[in-house]
Structures are given as structure tokens and as C-alpha cells.
């Protein structure tokens, strides 16, 4: 179907999660803007997943950008899951449109076949870098035959297809937030548009999609704006109108740095399985970026939308301070009434489907009832206390230097999140990733399982260590583990002290 007609004045919008994790912080900041501006003026919130990443796109991970959303309260009106008339809204399931697009850059020459090799490349960017000069690619392919091309492309040739980046002037564009942006032309890179493996990179995705689904507003993180004169040439080359564009400041942690899991958790489910309400969340986020007047810092989603205008949206980096929202948080428990209250703990931190691994793992454990909830304790929380039984686990690696240990626990903190087995958490995925981990980096398993079981509990005695980092759950235990490599990097040496 094609794009709406321009006499539709009502705004349509969009965000394009990639299916590649956890659902980001970012990802709902990014669905409260885009949905308070097309909710204010009536228009249309599209969800659209960007899964041509194969190798990384889960069925999982799309359920969860489902989930996490419709937690805070952030519907939309199009997407995979509730259809609408510009579908399908899985950019897998729309190959057939981006092959045609490509061929009518092809033909129009704005876009070109290049059969360069990975090793060729390769050896362009290492040159690149011992020049310290420009980099990207070279345009070594820009001159070949269209028609010559075409036929080695027919014939089998592995290839991919290129933007024709014009060689002078400039691209510029206007962006809602900050005027007009201009790029020399000579700085842009002619940029992949479709992979060798016929999936469409970002770019083309983003631009066709866009186009056909209607987008007339593009409201994004301020990573995008280098990527945004690639676009503008590709709408130039189709010959189509450009949305209108608007890029926010990236969220930021207190320190000024980029929001990463290295340093806070960014997953939208750490803060729900920790306790934060969904509305106190959204209007927190709310405050990033966006000011209702008057020094006004609570307030609903409804008020946001009835309130939202873009002299009220800052563009520079807002902080995502985790003091301020567990203040916010605690402000908001304490003015619920006891009913609502309950009820909460019961719908959020005690519901059936939570509590029954942990009565499986603790009735062979537990002399009484009462037992129960000190037993448990561990899984419910943040930080946990390490310093009892750090002198037994201490003994486990007492012939590895601190800085080997330090080592290892990040490094098996960073392969969670690359191993496929790990990424589910449960169970069985994380021991076969955990042994197979040990082997790798010469740890031997008890050593590191007895580390794991202090990080995750506080305690050396616990339940059968993989399912008690199954229960303890992603989130937490990535939080535990930043908090006991900082404990562990901080002992004084033992026996086995670096070696100078």
C-alpha cells in the first residue's frame, strides 16, 4: 500500500526497535516523545521492528519490546502485533520492497554494485588508520560499467550495494531541535544500502519504510544526526518528501558519559522487577529533556501529552540520575493507600509465578515456615552484603592474583551478553555457557562458580548456583557483579598478589 496522502495533516510517527536484547531505556524514551507529540496532535504512533540483524533478532527480545512498552503505558496504534494498513511492520518480512527500491537507484545511477572483498576493506582501513586521515570507503567500485556490474552481480559475484555520494557541495537539512545542520559532501561516506546477503542495512530500511508507511515526523537520539544526510540523499534520489526531523539528546548517566549497562543498568525490566511503579518511571523519564513550566516535575502521561510542545523539549544530553528516581519512586509508594498498596506487592513482588521456583529450590532447606522469607531474602534487592563469607570464597582463588579474578568475573560478565545459551538466563544455558566460559579463560569451575555464588547471594550456602542465578534473574545479578568486581578490586593483596 503507499504512503498517506500529504492533505493528512494529523502527524505519524514511529520507532524502530531492533530485537537485539533487553528492552533499552532508551527505546521507551525514545516511544514516550514519539507518542506524547502523535497523542497531542492527534496523530498516529507506529511501532516498527528492525530486525535485519539475523544473527542477533529474537522472537524473544520483540515480546519483550512488546512487554516492556505496554508497561509504562505506551500503546501503539500500528505494529507486528496489532497490524494496521501500512504492513507488515517487520522489516524481515519486507524484503521483496527494498529489492525493488534498490533496483530504481541502480537504474537512476544514484547507487552503485561494489565487489570489494572483506580483505580488501580490511586492508583499506588499516591504511586508513596509519594515515589518520579520512575514513570510509575509497569509491573504488564507483566506476565500474552499470551494465558489466549488473551481469557479474547475475552470475553469482558476491556484492553489495553502494550510495553514490555526489563529490562536492553539501548536504544540509533542518532539524526541529536545532536549526539547520550542514555536511560537506566529501565527508559523507558512500554507505552500504543493501548487504550482500540481500538484507537492506539501516539505511535504506529506515528511508523506505518511513517513506511508505507515511512517517512525517522522525523523532530520534542524537546518534542519528551523521546518519541524516545519507538519508536526505536517498529521499532526494527517490524524488519523495522528507519528514521533518527532530533529534533528542542522549540520555546520559550523572558523570556526563553515555548511558551504558557498564555502568547503570538500562534494561526497562531492571526497574520493574526492582520496584518501581510504571507511572512514576514514565514521568521521571518525562522530565528528561522536557519541562511542563513552572518548575513542575510531577505529573501523569496525560498531562504530559496535554502539555507536550517542542519550545518545551531541551536538545542537550539530559541526565539519568538513579537518585532522583528511586526519590520520585519512594515519594510515590508512600502515597498510595494500603489497599493499592497490597495489591501491588502482591501483582509485582510476590505473584505466584515468581515465588514457586523459589519454594522448589528452598522446602529440602527450610525447618519451618518462618524460614521461608530470611531463606529468600536474597532474591529479592539490589546490593547485597559480601564481606561474611568473602574470607571462605577468598580461599577458592587464593593462587590467582586479584587482578586475574577481577578479570575474570567482567569477562564473563561481558560474554553474558554474546553467548546466545546465556542471554535467556535460565538455568541450563547458563551452566553449558559458564563451563564451556571456564575452559576458555583457564578458570577452573569451582573457582568461579564459588565467586558467582557470593556475587549473586552474599552467601557461600545457596541452591544449586544456576538456578539460583536463573531466580536472582539478569538485571539483578548484572548489578551484583558490577558491585562485587568493585569489592574484589578493592581487598588488600593476598598470598597470591600481582606479580610485578
Same mark, same amino acid.
Given at each position: ?23 533499552? *531505556? ?5 516511544? /514516550?516523545?514519539?507518542?506524547?507529540? #502523535? ?7 507506529? /511501532? ?13 527480545? &520483540? ?29 524481515? &518480512? ?27 576493506? =580490511?586492508? /583499506? ?23 558489466? =556490474? ?64 507515511? @512517517?512525517?515526523?522522525? @523523532? ?47 534494561? !526497562? ?38 502539555? +507536550?510542545?517542542?519550545?518545551? !523539549? ?5 541526565? +539519568? ?44 532447606? @527450610? ?9 529468600? #531474602? ?5 546490593? *547485597? ?11 577458592? !582463588? ?32 547458563? &551452566? =553449558? ?18 565467586? /558467582? ?31 562485587? @568486581? ?15
Amino acid at each position: 500500500m503507499s504512503a498517506p496522502s500529504d492533505s493528512n495533516s494529523a502527524p505519524r510517527v514511529r520507532i524502530a526497535p531492533s530485537p537485539t536484547g533487553d528492552p533499552h *531505556v532508551g527505546t521507551a524514551y525514545m516511544g /514516550l516523545f514519539n507518542y506524547a507529540f #502523535a497523542r497531542r496532535h492527534g496523530g498516529k504512533f507506529i /511501532l516498527r521492528i528492525e530486525d535485519t540483524d539475523q544473527a542477533r533478532s529474537t522472537p524473544g527480545s &520483540e515480546q519483550a519490546i512488546f512487554e516492556a512498552l505496554r508497561w509504562l503505558g505506551i500503546e501503539w496504534d500500528e505494529g507486528p502485533d496489532v497490524g494496521g494498513p501500512f504492513g507488515p511492520y517487520r522489516q524481515s &518480512e519486507r524484503l521483496p520492497t527494498y529489492a525493488l527500491e534498490v533496483e530504481r537507484l541502480l537504474q537512476s545511477g544514484h547507487a552503485y554494485r561494489c565487489f570489494c572483498t572483506r580483505e580488501r576493506l =580490511a586492508e /583499506l582501513r588499516k591504511q586508513q588508520v596509519e594515515a589518520k586521515g579520512k575514513f570510509g570507503y575509497d569509491g573504488h567500485c564507483r566506476s565500474l560499467d552499470p551494465e558489466t =556490474a549488473k551481469a557479474r552481480a547475475e552470475a553469482g559475484e558476491a556484492c553489495v550495494v553502494r550510495l553514490r555520494v555526489p563529490d562536492e557541495g553539501e548536504t544540509l537539512f533542518v532539524d526541529g531541535l536545532r536549526g539547520t545542520i550542514r555536511f560537506a559532501n566529501a565527508e559523507i561516506d558512500d554507505q552500504v544500502l543493501m548487504k550482500s546477503d540481500g538484507f537492506p542495512t539501516y539505511h535504506l530500511a529506515n528511508v523506505v519504510d518511513d517513506h511508505r508507511m507515511g @512517517i512525517t515526523h522522525v @523523532i530520534r537520539g542524537e546518534e542519528w544526526i551523521t546518519s541524516t544526510p545519507k538519508h536526505v540523499l536517498l529521499y532526494q534520489a527517490f524524488g519523495w518528501k522528507m519528514p521533518e526531523f527532530f533529534h533528542l539528546g542522549l540520555l546520559r548517566n550523572p558523570d556526563g558519559t553515555k548511558l551504558s549497562k557498564r555502568k547503570n543498568p538500562v534494561s !526497562v525490566f531492571y526497574y520493574r522487577e526492582m520496584g518501581y511503579l510504571p507511572e512514576t518511571f514514565v514521568n521521571f523519564m518525562g522530565t528528561l529533556g522536557f519541562s511542563m513550566g513552572d518548575d513542575v516535575e510531577r505529573f501523569t502521561l496525560a498531562e504530559m501529552v496535554e502539555a +507536550f510542545e517542542w519550545e518545551k !523539549v531541551h536538545p542537550g544530553g539530559p541526565v +539519568f540520575d538513579p537518585v532522583k528516581l528511586a526519590a520520585f519512586n519512594a515519594d510515590d509508594i508512600r502515597d498510595l493507600d494500603d489497599e493499592e498498596l497490597y495489591r501491588r506487592l502482591l501483582e509485582r513482588v510476590l505473584p505466584r509465578e515468581r515465588l514457586m521456583p523459589m519454594v522448589r529450590q528452598t522446602k529440602e532447606r @527450610i525447618k519451618r515456615l518462618d524460614d521461608f522469607v530470611p531463606y529468600v #531474602a536474597c532474591f529479592f534487592g539490589g546490593e *547485597v552484603d559480601y564481606r561474611a563469607d568473602w574470607p571462605k570464597a577468598q580461599k577458592k !582463588v587464593k593462587k590467582r592474583a586479584r587482578k586475574e579474578v577481577v578479570d575474570a568475573l567482567k569477562g564473563w560478565l561481558d560474554e553474558i551478553e554474546r553467548d546466545p545459551r546465556a542471554r535467556a538466563f535460565d538455568a541450563e544455558g547458563l &551452566e =553449558a555457557f559458564s563451563r564451556d566460559y571456564c575452559e576458555a579463560s583457564g578458570f577452573k569451575a569451582g573457582e568461579l562458580f564459588t565467586l /558467582l555464588r557470593l556475587a549473586s547471594t552474599g552467601r557461600m550456602a545457596t541452591p544449586p548456583l544456576f538456578d539460583t542465578l536463573e531466580i536472582v534473574g539478569k538485571d539483578r545479578m548484572r548489578e551484583r557483579l558490577r558491585g562485587f @568486581i568493585a569489592f574484589v578490586a578493592g581487598q588488600p593483596d593476598w598470598a597470591a598478589a600481582d606479580k610485578k
